[in-house]
């Protein structure tokens, strides 16, 4: 039995680690005070932009994100391990001064 659980705890660790490498590598520059041009220049057009009250602009991009999150099942045998798909979307928001600056910015992941 414990020969049959080594390669299903394998993948669970390798899961693991490989998820949390993504995560810290997500987290990027602290963009405030930089100017959106380098934002841009950094990830591309927006998805959208909105003027806000105080003659400033709200730059948003939306990214669509997939995780595999792996699921046990028992059948006849060794357990099994499957993979489900969760899709989602994640977003960036910045919200930027008239003069192009950066005030704050977040990340829904």
């Not at 934002?39 to 997939?66: A, C, H, N």
């Amino acid at each position: 039995m414990r020969r049959r659980l080594a390669p299903v705890l394998t993948l669970v660790v390798a899961v693991a680690v490989l998820t949390s490498v993504g995560c810290a590598s997500a987290k990027a520059t602290d963009w405030t005070g930089h100017h959106i041009d380098e934002v841009i220049k950094e990830f591309g057009s927006p998805t959208r932009v909105v003027s806000t009250p105080d003659g400033g602009k709200m730059y948003v991009w939306e990214l669509q994100r997939s995780v595999s999150e792996p699921s046990w099942g028992s059948g006849p045998g060794a357990p099994t391990v499957s993979s489900n798909v969760r899709r989602y979307t994640a977003t960036k928001t910045f919200w930027v001064r008239p003069d192009g600056i950066v005030a704050s910015w977040n990340l829904h992941d």
